[in-house]
């Protein structure tokens, strides 16, 4: 290979289109697929917008963007694991490496490895340890999987900050799914405390009481942000959950926490689709500095139901 690699995204979310710019920036050709770009929509308008600027190929099909690729990544939301693996692995050169971004189980790891692997590709689970936003494509990543070490080398080259997890498959992902347990569902019980406190005009004294409880978390900043990722990408959280709550249940407890967690992240994600915090295209959608902002909007939603 030369210095410049081609790189393949399958996935062209927010996530993807960081991955993208950085891989741009640095000098590599990017090719990349969503499966929104096949319908009209103000998030496929989004997408062709963002590869004219940067430079991206955009193709037909994950199996198209994976055959001249050096390298692929898959970051597509949980329920299309599968398929995004099962599309890419049939348009694999033999040996190139997969490294997969999703929130998805173990068990659907697993699954994602099979495809890959029958069509002699080189599978890697990739377990996200935070928001990708902050850190782009240095997001601390936990790499897991047979192939894990073999890929390390390639992915700090391009400038991932990657770290072998393990050599079996699943393990890393478990650690991922475990940790959204609590962070996914902090995320839902602060909109649900916040909002019901709202109600009530409890709310200072509930974030004093916090604050003295955690006084390590700044939560008037901390609730501002779990409003706005769970406003723009509650469908994806919610799929994610849905996969966590699979991964608790393998485990033998009953997910009680996470399929609420999910449940309210899928409630979320239906009223920002039906406008209730902005228009998507817009700049500031979901990005109200203050959360008491969407907290109103939700409770005024509320109570125009039951009038």
Not at 72 to 87: K, M
Not at 208 to 236: C, M, N
Not at 265 to 271: C, F, I, N, S, V
Request: some cysteine; proline content about 4%; aromatic content about 6%.
């Amino acid at each position: 290979m030369s210095d410049a690699l081609r790189i393949g995204l399958i996935g062209y979310g927010e996530v993807g289109r960081i991955l993208a710019e950085d891989l741009r920036a640095a000098g590599h050709t990017v090719l990349a697929y969503d499966l929104k770009l096949e319908s009209p929509s103000t998030d496929a308008d989004v997408m062709r917008e963002h590869a004219v600027r940067f430079g991206v190929t955009l193709t037909a099909s994950g199996t198209l963007v994976a055959s001249p690729s050096d390298l692929v990544v898959i970051a597509v939301t949980a329920s299309q694991t599968l398929d995004a693996a099962r599309a890419c692995a049939a348009g694999l050169k033999p040996g190139t490496f997969v490294l997969d971004f999703n929130s998805a189980s173990p068990a659907m790891k697993r699954q994602a490895a099979e495809a890959i692997h029958a069509h002699r590709g080189r599978y890697v689970e990739g377990a996200v340890m935070t928001s990708v936003p902050p850190y782009r494509i240095r997001v601390p990543l936990l790499l897991g999987g047979p192939h894990a070490e073999a890929v390390a080398p390639l992915l700090e080259r391009l400038g991932f900050a990657a770290r072998v997890g393990s050599a079996e498959l699943g393990v890393v992902s478990a650690t991922k799914m475990c940790r959204s347990v609590m962070i996914k569902g902090l995320e839902a019980m602060v909109i649900e405390s916040l909002t019901a406190a709202r109600h009530y005009g409890v709310e200072d004294a509930v974030l004093a009481s916090l604050q003295e409880t955690f006084p390590g978390i700044d939560w008037q900043k901390q609730a501002s942000y779990f409003f706005q990722r769970v406003i723009q990408h509650g469908r994806r959280r919610s799929e994610e959950v849905r996969e966590v709550a699979e991964t608790v249940r393998d485990a033998g407890l009953t997910p009680w926490s996470a399929e609420g967690t999910a449940e309210r992240q899928a409630w979320m994600a239906d009223l920002a689709e039906d406008g209730l915090f902005g228009a998507r295209g817009d700049p500031d959608f979901g990005r109200s500095a203050d959360w008491r902002i969407e907290a109103d909007r939700l409770l005024a939603h509320l109570a125009a139901r039951k009038a």
